[in-house]
């Protein structure tokens, strides 16, 4: 089971990137899917989540700018970022809690992407 994140990159202040992350391997059902990230000197933070019934949770520092979406159907959640500000620039992970199979048994992982970055300059 492997979670694969794209979509970062360099961006001026107030405007727009979009991120995916996409799951795969032996997967039976994902629970929550998110997007946390960590800037320079800093703990990974919560930016959203969204659990599979579509109930969704955001950061009061993204809440109104960033919205967060997912196809359970295609194994994906995405991050659309408006208005971006320089103190959005991280490192942003996408993060999943996920069933999968391994030779027969059900087991449950929460497993992580490699990371994207995004960096916004002023």
């Known amino acids: 089971v492997q979670l694969q994140a794209s979509g970062g990159g360099l961006v001026q202040a107030r405007g727009s990137l979009r991120l995916s992350c996409v799951a795969s391997?032996?997967?039976?059902?994902?629970?929550?899917m998110g997007w946390y990230r960590q800037a320079p000197g800093k703990q990974r933070e919560l930016v959203a989540t969204?659990?599979?019934?579509?109930?969704?949770d955001y950061s009061d520092s993204v809440q109104g700018r960033i919205t967060i979406s997912r196809d359970n159907a295609r194994k994906t959640v995405d991050l659309q970022m408006d208005s971006l500000k320089p103190e959005d620039t991280a490192v942003y992970y996408c993060?999943?809690?996920?069933?999968?199979?391994?030779?027969?048994?059900?087991?449950?992982?929460?497993?992580w992407g490699q990371g994207t970055l995004v960096t916004v300059s002023s």
């Open positions: 993060n999943a809690d996920i069933y999968y199979d391994d030779t027969g048994l059900r087991l449950r992982r929460l497993s």
């Open positions: 391997g032996s997967i039976l059902s994902i629970n929550t």
């Open positions: 969204m659990t599979s019934d579509g109930t969704t």
